[in-house]
C-alpha cells in the first residue's frame, strides 16, 4: 500500500515537472518572438523616419504652395493685454465690529441687590471693550488701505510703461509699413528678410542663412541664399533587421538616388524663395528677383573650406506669376527663366553668378559692412566713355575673345566687335559698353539686337556701369544677348582682369 503511493507522488512529481518544462519553453518561445517582433519594430521605425525625411525633402516646393507668404503687419503689434489689478484677498476691507448689547436684568434678576449697579458696571466695560476694538479695526483698515494704495500705485506704473512699450511698437509697425510702402530700400530689405525668416524648412541641414539687396532702380532683390550640404540627405535607403545575425542593417543609397535628390532639393529652394517673395510682394516693390544658391563646405581634394554657386537665376516677377508651380518640371522650368544651374551640385560643381553679392556697387552692400579701402580703388565713372570703351575691350580680349575697338563715329552703335574663335558654338559678337548713372532701359538693348543683325553676328553684349530695367531683361531673355550691369563688370575685372574697381556715382 504505501509503495503504490509513493509511486503515486512520484507519477504526480514527474507529470507535474513535465508541466513546467513545456510552460518554460513555451514562455520561451513567447519571449522569442516577441525579442524577434521588437527587433523588426526597431527596423520599421528606422524606415518610417527615412520615408518621412525623403518625403519631407521632397515636399519642400510643394509646403509652401498652401501657405500664404504675405506679412500682416497687425500681427507685427502687441496682441498682450495687461493683466487687470486683483489686490490680495485679505486687503479687502472687513465690516466694523458691532457695539455689544449688555441686555438689562430682568425677573427676580432685578431683586437681587445690585443688579442694576452691576448692570451699568458691564455696560461701561463693554462700552470700553469696544472702543479698544474699533481702534484696532481702524488701524488694520489704515494698514490694509495704505497697502492697497501702494499696490494700485505700482499696478498704475506697470500698465503705463507696458501701455508706452505698445505705443512704441505700434509706433514702430506703422513706420515699417508706411516705409515698406513707400518702398524705401531698407524697408524693402528688411520685410523681405521678415518673409524668408518665416519660412518653414526641416530643421536638420538647412541652415537657413541668407543676405539680401535691394536696388530701387531697377526694383531688384538680390538673394544670396545658403543650400543645404549634400550630406542632408540620408546616407541609408532602408535598414532590415537579420535574424541569423541579429542586427538592424542599412542598405545604402545609390549614388545617382543621391545626386537626383540633392538637385531636387536645391531647385527646389529656389523656386521656393522666387516663389515667396514675389507673393508676398504687397507694395510691389519688386520687378525682378535674382537668387544666388551657395553652399559652405569643405573641398573634398584638400579640405579647405569653400563657398560654391551651384544655382542662379534673375526672374522677373510677371512671368514667374505666370507659372503653375505645381505642375512645372523643376529644372526645365529654371532653365526656361535663365537660370545657370549645376549639373552637379553634389560635386560643387559651381556656376557664375547672374550678380555677385559682394561686388556689386555700394547699393548693394548690406547694412554694416565696412567698406575699407574703398576710395584707393580706381573708379569706373572717372574714365571718359572712349576711356571705358578702351577698358571693356581689354576685358573680354583678356576672357578669351579676339577683339577690336571700334570707331564710335562710323560703328552704327558697335563699339567692339569681337570673335570667339572655338569651333561651333563660336562666331562673331558685338559689345556695347555704357558709362551710365542711370537704369538702362529697353530701348538701348533694343538697338544692341538691331546691331547685330545689321552686323550679321551670333551674339551680342552690353556692359553697363548701372543697372537694366525689367523690360531690358524680358526683350533679351530668348534672345542672344548678355546683360552685364554693374555688379558683374565688377566681377569681371576681378576675376579676369585682376583689377578692383568701384562705381562711385
Known amino acids: 500500500m504505501r509503495l503504490t503511493q509513493a509511486r503515486q507522488i512520484e507519477r504526480h512529481q514527474r507529470m507535474a515537472q513535465a508541466q513546467q518544462n513545456r510552460d518554460e519553453r513555451t514562455a520561451q518561445k513567447l519571449a522569442k518572438a516577441q525579442y524577434l517582433e521588437d527587433r523588426q519594430g526597431e527596423a520599421d521605425d528606422l524606415n518610417a523616419e527615412l520615408q518621412d525625411r525623403q518625403a519631407e525633402l521632397q515636399g519642400i516646393l510643394a509646403h509652401t504652395l498652401s501657405v500664404d507668404d504675405r506679412i500682416d503687419f497687425d500681427a507685427l503689434r502687441p496682441s498682450t493685454e495687461f493683466e ?3 489686490p490680495p484677498l485679505e486687503l479687502a476691507p472687513s465690516r466694523a465690529p458691532r457695539a455689544p448689547q449688555v441686555p438689562p436684568p430682568s425677573g427676580l434678576r432685578k431683586l437681587i441687590p445690585g443688579a442694576a449697579k452691576k448692570h451699568a458696571a458691564a455696560l461701561v466695560k463693554a462700552a470700553s471693550d469696544h472702543e479698544l ?3 484696532r479695526f481702524n488701524q488694520t483698515e489704515a494698514t490694509k488701505r495704505e497697502r492697497f494704495t501702494t499696490l494700485k500705485v ?3 506704473q506697470r500698465r503705463c510703461l507696458f501701455e508706452a512699450e505698445v505705443q512704441r511698437r505700434n509706433a514702430e509697425v506703422d513706420e515699417f509699413q508706411t516705409a515698406y510702402r513707400a518702398k524705401e530700400p531698407d524697408a524693402v530689405v528688411a520685410y523681405n528678410e521678415m518673409v524668408l525668416a518665416r519660412s518653414e524648412y526641416p530643421t536638420e541641414g538647412f541652415p537657413q542663412k541668407f543676405r539680401v539687396a535691394y536696388v530701387p532702380d531697377s526694383s531688384e532683390l538680390i538673394v544670396e541664399y545658403d543650400l543645404p550640404e549634400v550630406q542632408a540627405i540620408p546616407k541609408e535607403s532602408e535598414y532590415r533587421y537579420v535574424k541569423t545575425k541579429d542586427s538592424i542593417e542599412s542598405k545604402a543609397r545609390k549614388p545617382v538616388e543621391i545626386k537626383q535628390l540633392y538637385q531636387d532639393i536645391v531647385v527646389s529652394i529656389t523656386l521656393r524663395t522666387l516663389h515667396e517673395l514675389f507673393e508676398a510682394d504687397q507694395a510691389d516693390a519688386l520687378a525682378l528677383v535674382t537668387f ?3 553652399v559652405d ?3 573634398p581634394a584638400n579640405g579647405r573650406a569653400v563657398r560654391v554657386a551651384v544655382i542662379s537665376v534673375r526672374a522677373p516677377k510677371m512671368e514667374f506669376l505666370g507659372l503653375r508651380l505645381d505642375k512645372v518640371e523643376k529644372v526645365a522650368c529654371l532653365r526656361n527663366l535663365g537660370a545657370q544651374v549645376s549639373n552637379r551640385p553634389d560635386e560643387l560643381q559651381a556656376v557664375r553668378p547672374i550678380v555677385e553679392f559682394d561686388m556689386v556697387d555700394k547699393r548693394f552692400i548690406e547694412q554694416g559692412d565696412a567698406l575699407s579701402g574703398l576710395e584707393t580703388r580706381p573708379n569706373l565713372m572717372d574714365l571718359t566713355p572712349a576711356a571705358f570703351e578702351q577698358l571693356v575691350s581689354n576685358l573680354f580680349s583678356k576672357m578669351g575673345l579676339d577683339t577690336k575697338l571700334t570707331r564710335s ?6 563699339d567692339a566687335v569681337a570673335f570667339d574663335t572655338r569651333p561651333v ?6 559689345i556695347q559698353a555704357k558709362r551710365y548713372r542711370d537704369t538702362v532701359g529697353v530701348s538701348a538693348v533694343r538697338d544692341l539686337y538691331g546691331t547685330m543683325l545689321n552686323e550679321g553676328a551670333n551674339k551680342g553684349i552690353l556692359v553697363c556701369t548701372s543697372g537694366y530695367g525689367p523690360d531690358a531683361y524680358n526683350f533679351s531673355k530668348d534672345k542672344p544677348i548678355e546683360l ?22
Do not use: C, P, Q
Request: hydrophobic share 40%; proline share 0%.
Open 84 to 86: 487687470a489689478f486683483t
Open 133 to 135: 476694538e474699533v481702534a
Open 154 to 156: 505700482e499696478y498704475d
Open 292 to 294: 544666388n544658391g551657395m
Open 297 to 299: 563646405t569643405h573641398d
Open 409 to 414: 563715329s562710323r560703328d552704327g552703335g558697335v
Open 425 to 430: 558654338l563660336g562666331g562673331k559678337v558685338v
Open 484 to 505: 552685364i550691369d554693374g555688379g558683374g563688370l565688377l566681377y569681371l575685372l576681378r576675376e579676369h582682369a585682376g583689377t578692383v574697381a568701384r562705381i562711385a556715382v
